[in-house]
């Protein structure tokens, strides 16, 4: 069975079986998917961080309210509040670190289409 001709992040051989002829490469792998990998990251990415955000902000709003409301006291919503942005900045990081992984990808795929392309070139092929 034929195996997909990327190569990996670690410089290994890609081991993902591919569907033969008119393919060989895997969806992560594959040039011509480029373009549909990062929309489709990006869409990820987004909805998460968008449906944690509107997540917390609800809570914060409930918290806000109970405040006023006289329901909870001044300081264990001071408390709360302030665990919820200790939350919020490590999912801020967490969405820079996934963004910096994505431009590291495409980095490297951009890197493998130019050393290919050198390769065509001083080969004849």
């Known amino acids: 069975m034929p195996r997909c001709a990327g190569i990996k992040r670690d410089g290994g051989r890609c081991t993902v079986i591919v ?18 990998r990062r929309r489709n990251a ?6 998460k961080a968008s449906g944690e955000l509107g997540r917390v902000k609800a809570r914060l709003q409930t ?7 006289g329901q909870m006291d001044r300081a264990d919503a001071a408390v709360i509040s302030q665990i919820w942005g200790t939350y919020l ?22 890197e493998e289409g130019l050393e290919q392309r050198k390769g065509e070139r001083r080969y004849g092929a």
């Open 19 to 36: 569907n033969g002829s008119h393919t060989i490469y895997c969806y992560q792998h594959d040039p011509k998917l480029a373009g549909e």
């Open 89 to 110: 900045r490590a999912v801020s990081v967490e969405m820079k670190l996934k963004e910096q992984l994505e431009l590291v990808g495409r980095l490297e795929a951009l």
């Open 63 to 69: 918290l806000a309210d109970m405040v006023e409301e």
């Open 42 to 47: 990006a869409r990820g990415g987004k909805a």
